[in-house]
């Protein structure tokens, strides 16, 4: 059983995916880490996250163990992961571990920009999550507020203007809702009310494939 959610940058997606994971018993990965610590790596190696070679390399020795890194989440990782994220031979390196978590048992629920697209296109259910850039912004902000972290809520959505803006027209794997993929905009939604929304969706996709229980 797998459960793709991609989504927009600040969606909310990474939160329902957890949940949505626990709900079913199922693993969860969240792709947006793996590239935001070749970023880290990158950086920490004094290269450029521009540089196919630096980030390349930095993709090529990731530590798995390193994921549960809390400082992954800062604003300028964020940043720097989108950069990262463009080059083909990065993506390349991380799909197999992608891909071999998605065959875990008994399922994972996968959560980034590409997983319905590209890392999983036989995913059992796919949802795509959004909200308006403001609301986006807005919760992004209070997150980084609660940790701490010096930033406006102005610089916060140039930021996600500017990493959906890079993410959609990149190249490879650009950010777009798969065909079907099943839209949740959580705009006027709350956390709760937006994993019981998803739960339906979820539910409603699976009858509709011969798999409820
Ligand atoms: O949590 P948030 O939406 O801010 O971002 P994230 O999911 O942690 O992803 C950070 C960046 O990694 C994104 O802006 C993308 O450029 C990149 N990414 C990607 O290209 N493909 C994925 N499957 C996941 C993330």
Do not use: W
Not at 39 to 60: E, M, V, W, Y
């Amino acid at each position: 059983m797998i459960i793709a959610i991609d989504g927009t940058a600040a969606s909310g997606k990474g939160t329902l995916a957890k949940r949505v994971a626990a709900h079913y018993g199922l693993h969860h990965l969240d792709t947006g880490r793996l590239y935001r610590a070749v970023a880290r790596d990158t950086l920490a190696a004094g290269g450029d996250p521009s540089d196919a070679g630096a980030a390349l390399a930095a993709a090529r020795a990731l530590d798995a163990k390193s994921l549960d890194d809390p400082d992954l989440r800062t604003p300028d990782l964020g940043e720097a992961a989108s950069l990262v994220a463009r080059h083909p031979e990065v993506r390349k390196t991380l799909l197999a571990y992608q891909r071999a978590f998605a065959r875990r048992k008994p399922g994972a629920v996968i959560d980034g920009r590409d997983i319905g697209t590209i890392v999983c296109p036989d995913a059992d259910v796919k949802l795509f999550v959004t909200a308006t850039p403001e609301e986006r912004a807005r919760r992004r902000y209070r997150e980084f507020k609660d940790d701490g972290i010096d930033v406006t809520e102005k610089e916060v959505l140039a930021d996600i203007l500017a990493r959906d803006a890079r993410d959609k027209n990149r190249a490879v794997a650009p950010l777009r809702q798969a065909e079907d993929a099943v839209l949740l905009d959580t705009t006027n939604l709350a956390i709760d009310a937006a994993f019981r929304a998803a739960i339906s969706l979820i539910d409603a996709a699976m009858g509709r494939a011969g798999r409820a229980g």
